[in-house]
């Protein structure tokens, strides 16, 4: 018996389908909550849900970031010069 992840072509195969999976699966994800969020005034932000500003600016860049990721993902957006998406995002992963 292997210890881990064995190397066979099922395996391989079975972990790049889900790879994949994933991936899509995020971006769709990432359209939705941009769309949600999109429907959210800052007012609504700030005043209802108690974010402050610097907090609502921080949700909005980090989510357009993501948003603009996925619309490079699907074919729909372009992005040059690169850039590092993980800027902004990083600040809603708390310390992980």
Request: aromatic share 8%.
């Amino acid at each position: 018996m292997s210890v881990g992840f064995t190397k066979t072509k099922a395996d391989l195969d079975q972990r790049a389908g889900a790879i994949a999976l994933d991936l899509r699966g995020v971006m769709d994800r990432i359209r939705m909550y941009k769309s949600v969020l999109d429907t959210i005034t800052d007012v609504e932000l700030t005043t209802v849900l108690g974010y402050t500003s610097i907090e609502k600016d921080q949700l909005r860049s980090a989510i357009g970031d993501l948003d603009q990721l996925r619309a490079v993902y699907e074919g729909t957006g372009t992005r040059s010069p690169a850039y590092d998406y993980r800027t902004f995002a990083k600040l809603l992963t708390g310390c992980i």
